[in-house]
């Protein structure tokens, strides 16, 4: 999750009341450090930041030694989302004021390891709210379309209806909503969220999510031209490419407080089936093969989840709009994987 370094109270000022893309530089330092462990997730998520704050001013962490790419891309330290301790320290010697904490095991890998989900998405919450109350920081924590389940209404889904998730993700998800709301109200914790559907990105590998097809389809239709998806043809799910998710989080936590109506928004992009994407994507490489296998785990998963998500809250409240469809995505993806084996080509 990352953090940032200590404000002076009018740089905290100047923050708070900038247009978000649109603000000057400020005239101090802000630091920002991610903590992920035992999930490993891309530097991608902090690049926005980086290039928003400055190289330096970005921490990663992890439990795991980071790739190369990631170590060189600045600061990077250990540490363990279940260490108090620790994350303590961290926030401590480091005079961190943002938290933007992604640390959680995601829904079909969750399923697999109930205990383990638990212990990473919900202890670890709890100390991150207890730390970010006690020193003032900003703190983000992502939702999901995982919050929601089969009670509650799904084309589309708004923001505020019933959640009945029936993963442990899902419901460790509804938890960190209600507890930051919790905090928010009953300590004054600056505390935002947003549900992403599912991410759709091409510089690192599924994670063990439900909506991970829509990441894996890319890789194996450049490696073999063939993709077995486990999920049904017709399976709806909201979601959007990692640009549009990166400068979501960050045009949320620097949203001006007296524009948010709430703190948890739902935000979308796109709404589509593995159908309608392999469609579009034999646009491009008529000679794709697609076949189904589907797996009843991930299957009862999505048929839980929203078809699509109401997102007029944010759109209302913080301006939230997106740029990135389905052509673009796919065109986006091929255009990565494309530079990519080129240069694998000539190494």
Known sequence: MPVIRALTKVAQQALLSSPGCGCQPLTVAVRSISFSPRQVTSDARFKRLTKRFGKNNVILSDIRKPPSNVYHSGPFIYSDILDYKNLREIVVNNRITWLVHYSALLSAVG??????ARSVNITGLHN????????GLRLFVPSTIGAFGPTSPRNPTPDLCVQRPRTIYGVSKVHA????????????????????????????MPGGGTTDYAVQIFHDAIKSGKFECNLRPDTRLPMMYIDDCLR??????EAPVDTLSMRTYNINAMSFTPEELSQELQKQMPELEVTYDVDPVR?????????????SNARNDWGWKHDYDLPELVQTMLNFFGAETRMARAN
């Open 111 to 116: 399923e697999a390891n109930v205990a383990l």
């Open 128 to 135: 991150i709210l207890d730390i970010a109350a006690e020193h």
């Open 177 to 204: 909503e209600l507890m930051g709301e919790y905090y928010h109200h009953r300590y004054g914790l600056d505390f935002r969220c947003l549900r992403y559907p599912g991410i759709i990105s091409a510089d690192s």
């Open 248 to 253: 979501a989080t960050l045009e949320v936590m």
């Open 299 to 311: 299957q009862a998963i999505a048929d839980s989840w929203p078809m699509n998500f109401d997102d």
